[in-house]
């Protein structure tokens, strides 16, 4: 049975931090290239970012230079650095294999950015 397990969310002032952590069961993780997707009332899951199994990168233009995503296949781990938040990154964010989310979805983790 897979898992995605999200943490790390809260909430933040503008131009503050926080660092997304994603732990998945049920699957050999290093096969996967991963993403974090992000989703609003109303509107569509997005794709934010993904890496590659080989550690390759892409994001969206809205989080270019401010989000960073990693794994760590030994503990089978993706996580999404957010730097510089601004309130239109507030949003429910998932972990999910990438560019197409293969499995269910796990429950998120709350961004919310607000002064």
């Known amino acids: 049975q897979v898992q995605l397990v999200e943490s790390g969310g809260g909430l933040v002032q503008p131009g503050g931090s926080l660092r997304l952590s994603c732990v998945a069961s049920?699957?050999?993780?290093?096969?996967?290239?991963m993403g974090w997707y992000r989703q609003t009332p109303g509107a569509q899951r997005e794709l934010v970012a993904s890496?590659?199994?080989?550690?390759?990168?892409n994001y969206i233009d809205s989080v270019k230079g401010r989000f960073t995503i990693s794994r760590d296949n030994a503990k089978n781990m993706v996580y999404l650095q957010m730097n510089s938040l601004k309130p239109e990154d507030t949003a429910v964010y998932y972990c999910?294999?990438?560019?197409?989310?293969?499995?269910?979805w796990g429950q998120g983790t709350q961004v919310s950015v607000s002064s």
């Open positions: 049920g699957i050999v993780f290093r096969t996967f290239a």
């Open positions: 999910n294999t990438a560019v197409k989310a293969f499995f269910s």
């Open positions: 890496i590659t199994t080989s550690g390759g990168t």
